[in-house]
């Protein structure tokens, strides 16, 4: 793999909430029953959706939309998992780059339930069983993170899609962590809102409990979804937060500064709590725009062998 390419330190063993299954807590668990009927219940959802797509192409725009929302929330709720939504998504309307942090591989039908659009990911999920098919079908712009050189390319094409009156939707961190620290957002994305003039969305999302949904380094699919089903309960919060226009800041890497300190915890703690106005508002907002350190970023220059193989670029 290309040492260019974004890492993040974290491990399942150390982040993700792997059961015990010497010391197995009902209390804590779902029952092998339960997690069993919510596997094939999501599973289930998955695969009626790839039953419905063809038919699902004739439909209007806006039904299309409208069923997808249904069907991506099902599929969620199928797999256990309950969602909170802060924010309104109808108030923004015209094109958008919706950017979030990465967590899970659950990001991806959270934010479709609440904000679909053209999804940003890497080529090897084109390859994934039924849900590769699933992403092709819906139009997902694919992303070779191994060959650098098609970099400008994903981006004229994200740019094409924003410039047309579209929506796309992509995990700037580049690598799934683990939602206690998060990565640095990539500026390469950012790129495509400059050159369309269209708006940054940054979107902040949030798992209870956190090791349940993580799904980071080496992690199989399969322990993943595992770990979901057989979790109590997993409430994931999704906040969509204020607008930011492309037309403030000179190049992408400003931007994409911009939109991490938006979605990074502290702003968003000073968001809940009334804050007195001042002159000095403007300088410290201008001086927020750095992103704030990470106890994980120390390990962000590791071999990209160790990150997650798996996430959207």
Not at 268 to 279: E, G, H, K, N, T
Request: glycine share 8%.
């Amino acid at each position: 793999m290309s040492p260019w390419l974004p890492t993040a330190p974290c491990t399942p063993g150390h982040c993700a909430a792997h059961p015990d299954t010497g010391h197995d807590d009902l209390a804590e668990r779902a029952g092998a029953v339960l997690a069993a009927a919510r596997l094939a219940a999501g599973t289930g959802a998955v695969l009626l959706g790839v039953l419905l797509a063809p038919a699902a192409a004739l439909l209007p725009a806006a039904a299309r939309l409208a069923l997808v929302r249904s069907w991506v929330r099902a599929v969620v709720r199928a797999f256990g998992v309950r969602v909170r939504y802060e924010g309104t998504a109808g108030a923004v309307t015209g094109p958008l780059l919706v950017v979030a942090n990465h967590v899970s591989w659950l990001d991806i039908p959270l934010v479709a339930s609440v904000l679909p659009g053209r999804m940003v990911a890497k080529t090897e999920v084109r390859r994934w069983p039924v849900l590769g098919t699933l992403a092709a079908f819906g139009g997902t712009l694919f992303l070779d993170r191994d060959r650098l050189r098609a970099l400008p390319g994903a981006v004229r094409a994200m740019a094409g899609v924003l410039a047309g009156g579209g929506r796309v939707v992509v995990f700037p961190e580049g690598s799934t962590w683990c939602g206690r620290a998060s990565g640095r957002f990539r500026p390469a994305a950012f790129q495509a809102a400059l050159d369309s003039g269209c708006a940054v969305l940054p979107v902040r999302i949030d798992y209870r409990p956190t090791g349940a949904a993580a799904y980071v380094g080496d992690d199989p699919l399969g322990a993943s979804l595992w770990r979901v089903v057989t979790a109590r309960e997993i409430v994931a919060n999704i906040r969509i937060l204020d607008p930011i226009s492309s037309i403030q800041y000179p190049d992408r890497r400003a931007l994409a500064a911009a939109a991490q300190q938006a979605v990074s915890p502290q702003a968003l703690s000073q968001r809940a709590v009334p804050q007195p106005a001042s002159p000095q508002a403007a300088v410290d907002k201008d001086s927020a725009n750095l992103p704030s350190a990470s106890v994980h970023q120390r390990a962000s220059s590791r071999s990209a062998a160790a990150s997650s193989s798996r996430t959207p670029a």
